[in-house]
């Protein structure tokens, strides 16, 4: 199949929870390096109480993003919530009145929760930042939409991209967030956003990729 049922989305979404409860210690320990080293407690505290909220009721892959944001938004500590509100927010507004979800819809989606991330920060790819996970694999989508690739190809593509986006980060100097006070000190340590960042999506492909 090329498209999966946004109504039976709540797979993918407990994918994520189960891949940020499970990368909590490592996200902390890496965050820990150049950072305060509450990334992976955080992140974990929110994707625990949305996995929680939706345990016994029916919602969709777009519905949930949205209340993932809410939860992101306005019940963790640090920085992060705000950015993965956005993101998942653009996403789900995107997403709200599909049945059916496309390669170039889920582009589409992961675009505009992109698109509202650079109105509230100034980061780039290449600040090391998650923008150097996301933008990359927003753009791999993208690039697969226009060469009319098929839906599970363009997942695996994005994977990469995100990943290699992700490990680009080591070599970087952060200009961005506490770890920016460093300077050439944060060289040679990965993003804590980035690697989060690459963990989500990568659960997200996976369970898409079950789901057509």
Do not use: W
Request: hydrophobic share 40%.
């Amino acid at each position: 199949m090329s498209t999966f049922q946004n109504a039976e989305g709540k797979s993918i979404l407990l994918g994520m929870v189960k891949a940020i409860q499970e990368n909590k210690k490592y996200l902390g320990d890496i965050d820990g390096l150049i950072g305060d080293g509450d990334h992976g407690m955080n992140m974990n505290k929110g994707f625990t109480l949305f996995g929680e909220r939706i345990a016994d009721r029916d919602i969709s892959f777009a519905e949930g993003l949205d209340e993932l944001s809410t939860v992101l938004m306005t019940e963790i500590g640090g920085s992060m919530g705000p950015i993965y509100g956005t993101i998942f927010a653009g996403m789900a507004e995107r997403g709200r009145d599909l049945t059916e979800i496309s390669l170039r819809d889920f582009s589409g989606m992961v675009e505009e929760g992109l698109s509202g991330l650079r109105e509230i920060v100034q980061a780039q790819v290449g600040d090391k930042t998650l923008m150097d996970t996301l933008g990359p694999a927003g753009d791999s989508l993208k690039e697969s939409v226009q060469e009319g690739g098929e839906f599970q190809a363009a997942l695996e593509k994005m994977k990469t991209a995100a990943e290699d986006g992700m490990n680009s980060t080591k070599n970087l100097v952060a200009k961005f967030g506490r770890s920016s006070r460093l300077g050439e000190r944060s060289r040679g340590v990965l993003d804590a956003g980035s690697v989060s960042c690459c963990i989500l999506l990568k659960a997200m492909a996976d369970g898409i990729e079950a789901l057509l």
